[in-house]
């Protein structure tokens, strides 16, 4: 299943954004495109629906860049704890996802309670729940 065929079939909820992280997620699209056209494309999605916020006004139970997230794969019960990363930072064995794979596109921007599906690496649809957000600040606590 393509992410075209998830967005037309799936109502996705409202995200929110730091201003100045979206702008630097906007270039790590623009400048993977042509290599993984899909994250890309999951990516400019994201930003296109996006309401943006100063970091200041950013509610405390957003998914941002570098906080942790705690969520459910309603698909296959599946809980992880994840520190969401730009690219650079990426460390899957020390669970930090990067902003570039299809479940950071997915989380980023994400409200604690909410729901979306969201397709994996080999694009099977998933229900992703997200349970708790932590600050970037505080790897210990989550935020719901």
Same mark, same amino acid.
């Given at each position: 299943?393509?992410?075209s065929?998830?967005?037309?079939?799936a109502?996705r909820?409202?995200?929110?954004?730091?201003?100045?992280e979206?702008?630097?997620i906007? @270039?790590? @699209?623009?400048?993977?495109?042509?290599?993984?056209?899909?994250?890309?494309?999951?990516?400019?999605?994201?930003?296109?629906? @996006?309401?943006?916020?100063?970091?200041?006004n950013?509610?405390?139970?957003? $998914?941002?860049?570098?906080?942790?997230?705690?969520?459910?794969?309603e698909?296959?019960?599946?809980?992880?704890?994840?520190?969401? $990363?730009?690219?650079?930072?990426?460390?899957?064995?020390?669970?930090?996802?990067?902003?570039?794979?299809?479940?950071?596109?997915?989380?980023?921007?994400m409200?604690?309670?909410?729901?979306?599906a969201?397709?994996?690496r080999?694009?099977?649809?998933?229900?992703?729940?997200? $349970?708790?957000?932590?600050?970037?600040?505080?790897?210990?606590?989550?935020?719901?």
């Amino acid at each position: 299943m393509k992410n075209s065929d998830i967005s037309q079939g799936a109502v996705r909820p409202v995200i929110h954004m730091i201003d100045h992280e979206s702008d630097v997620i906007e @270039a790590l @699209a623009m400048a993977v495109e042509a290599r993984n056209p899909q994250v890309a494309e999951m990516l400019y999605e994201e930003l296109g629906r @996006a309401m943006q916020h100063s970091a200041d006004n950013m509610p405390d139970n957003i $998914v941002t860049m570098n906080c942790r997230v705690e969520f459910v794969d309603e698909t296959s019960g599946l809980r992880r704890t994840v520190k969401l $990363v730009y690219p650079k930072d990426a460390d899957i064995e020390n669970d930090c996802l990067s902003i570039l794979t299809p479940m950071g596109a997915g989380l980023i921007g994400m409200v604690a309670g909410e729901t979306i599906a969201w397709p994996d690496r080999a694009g099977t649809e998933r229900m992703l729940r997200i $349970v708790g957000v932590a600050p970037p600040d505080d790897p210990n606590a989550t935020r719901d």
